[in-house]
């Protein structure tokens, strides 16, 4: 029998740190189904994980498996336009305020990187403005910024990986997330130069400050600059018209994934029609044409596992349910973190959340650096030891959870709020 063990060590020899760059490396997944997970040991967690965000509905929902079935017997992927794919833009441009025509890409990364040269290739300007900390995937103007050890002085932006020129640093400035007037200041002394401002609308697992998207849209909106909300990861999880929809503020151009694909890999860039026919040659001419394409974009597979798996949020009641669920553990962290009388803060949404280990209010990604780690981590052990699996750093709830996973979610976190203290 092959163990765990086992396969870790075999990882080690033919991959970078022994791991696909995503996850803890020392857990090697067996399978899935519903709201848990099995390890290659047979260990079995409740899933917090929900791989990083997409499985929404839980592992292997039967609706989504047969949808998938019934495609894989008339083709896996054409390089060609599908129906398909169609059918899904279509759900799309009638669910997200902002759009009004899709691109699609296979990554979260390549729709952000796709996004930032597209507001480029509109305005003719060469500056990308980010918020420090916040996550745009894995190309070099989102690698500015995003955990930086060195704290610097903003706007100046510190890359997170080997590899990125100066000249890209030098294309890129940097703001505190929740702070207006920064961002008024810096957009108003840079107005002329920046293409747009990328966002991700509650940054990482912090919500927005009342009035903080709000004066970023009218700050772009006065100074021709376009608003990119990153809802890689709020799409179709805060509301069924994501973050747009649930604070009442609307990009120029967002980007999607995780849910829209259904588990497979599928994003996709979205918004303003004048904006996207810069991926539209015959309208835009030689000189303003954005050249994209992708071998699996708007897959078929994945399409129809994003189309169920979009039907199935829009039945009554499934978002009242993600909640519920997001807001029953919630509480359970403050019951039980408050009766051992330890310092935290429940920041983010109840449908994405996390713990954060100090006293002081969380409103941006230095608030976050100066939290305790080490009791985070001894934390997220101990809920490992009691059989949940999540993230360092985030809790996705997801519609598969039962009554047993929120009480069996609520005896870890107990067990966990004490083991800070023994």
């Known amino acids: 029998m092959t163990t765990q063990q086992d396969w870790i060590e075999r990882a080690r020899k033919v991959l970078p740190g022994g791991g696909f760059g995503n996850f803890d490396p ?20 409740i ?22 079935k019934e495609q894989l017997g008339s083709g896996m992927t054409f390089f060609a336009n599908n129906a398909r794919g169609v059918e899904l833009a279509e759900e799309i441009v009638s669910a997200m305020a902002c759009a009004e025509q899709v691109r699609y890409v296979s990554s979260g990364g390549e729709a952000d990187m796709y996004a930032m040269r597209l507001a480029r290739a509109a305005t003719g300007r060469d500056k990308i403005m980010k918020f420090e900390g916040g996550y745009h995937g894995m190309s070099a103007e989102a690698q500015m910024s995003l955990a930086p050890s060195k704290l610097v002085n903003f ?3 510190v890359p997170d990986s080997a590899g990125i020129p100066q000249s890209v640093r030098d294309e ?9 007037e920064f961002a008024r200041s810096l957009i108003s002394e840079h107005a002329k130069e920046i293409a747009c401002i990328i966002v991700e609308p509650l940054q990482r697992i912090i919500p927005p400050a009342p009035g903080f998207l709000e004066a970023i849209r009218e700050e772009c909106t006065k100074h021709g600059i376009i608003l990119v909300f990153d809802e890689i990861v709020t799409g179709f999880r805060f509301a069924y018209g994501g973050a747009q929809e649930l604070y009442g503020v609307v990009p120029d151009v967002c980007t ?24 539209d040659k015959a309208k835009v001419g030689e000189d303003g044409f954005l050249m994209q394409l992708g071998t699996l974009s708007g897959n078929p597979v994945a399409a129809v596992a994003g189309l169920k798996t979009m039907e199935i949020l829009r039945r009554p009641g499934a978002f009242e349910k993600i909640r519920a669920n997001g807001k029953a553990i919630q509480e359970a962290l403050e019951e039980h973190l408050t009766a051992v009388g330890i310092d935290h803060q429940i920041v983010g949404d109840p449908t994405l959340f996390d713990v954060v280990f100090t006293s002081n209010p969380v409103r941006n990604y230095r608030d976050v650096l100066a939290a305790d780690t080490k009791q985070n981590a001894k934390f997220n052990a101990a809920l490992r030891e009691k059989g949940i699996f999540k993230s360092p750093g985030k809790t996705y709830p997801s519609l598969a959870l039962t009554d047993e996973d929120l009480a069996q979610t609520v005896d870890a976190i107990e067990y966990a709020s004490t083991a800070l203290v023994s």
């Open 26 to 45: 020392g857990v090697i997944i067996s399978h899935g189904e519903g709201s848990r997970v099995w390890d290659e040991d047979g260990n079995e967690y």
């Open 47 to 68: 899933d917090y994980l929900i791989g990083s965000g997409p499985m929404l509905l839980g592992h292997g929902h039967p609706e989504v498996i047969e949808a998938v």
């Open 155 to 157: 706007p100046n932006a």
């Open 172 to 180: 890129m400035l940097i703001a505190p997330f929740n702070d207006i």
């Open 256 to 279: 999607l994934g995780k849910i829209i694909g259904g588990g497979f890999a599928l994003a996709a860039i979205a918004g303003r029609a004048d904006i996207m026919d810069h991926f």
